[in-house]
């Protein structure tokens, strides 16, 4: 092998290296978000749960479901947010899943419709020490915006209020 193609093997590592490391850092930024003028979900509009919320000493992770009533369609611009007890707002990386046949039955139950809800399911996650956040006496939200509806829908994370 030529010295060229060991340097050339070497810089691709450090520079992978390098990329996950910044993907890693992007996913864990936790960028400040403006709540002004978000008002809380109005009642009967909106049905969602907490499936899982796990708190250790350097990750948050959450999962759950939430759908706004006869929409279907996925969401694109809503995601999870964590209003720290200073009252600063961050936001964590959020994805959006479709659903199981299960989960499909749960949310039908709860809104009472046959409404096919594509993408109900959201996960998000956060390495606090990266992000420097302290979660104590953190609020965990979801923030809803689909066109012009803005909405907080409060998620309840028992592990917060340790």
Not at 52 to 73: D, E, I
Not at 89 to 110: C, F, K, M, N
Not at 117 to 124: D, I, K, L
Request: one cysteine or more; glycine letters at 8%.
């Amino acid at each position: 092998m030529s010295p060229w193609a060991g340097i050339g093997i070497a810089a691709c590592a450090v520079g992978f290296a390098l990329f996950y490391l910044g993907l890693f850092r992007r996913d864990n930024a936790a960028p400040p978000i403006d709540l002004t003028g978000v008002a809380p979900a109005p009642a009967g509009q909106f049905f969602f749960h907490l499936d899982h919320c796990r708190v250790s000493a350097h990750t948050l992770v959450v999962r759950g479901w939430a759908v706004r009533k006869g929409h279907s369609w996925p969401l694109t611009h809503s995601q999870v947010v964590l209003r720290l007890a200073d009252g600063r707002a961050v936001g964590l990386d959020t994805a959006w899943l479709g659903q199981q046949l299960a989960l499909a039955r749960a949310i039908h139950a709860r809104t009472g419709d046959q409404v096919v809800y594509y993408a109900p399911r959201f996960a998000a996650s956060l390495n606090t020490s990266v992000a420097r956040i302290d979660p104590a006496g953190a609020r965990l939200l979801l923030l809803w915006e689909q066109g012009p509806v803005r909405a907080l829908l409060p998620l309840d994370c028992p592990a917060l209020a340790r």
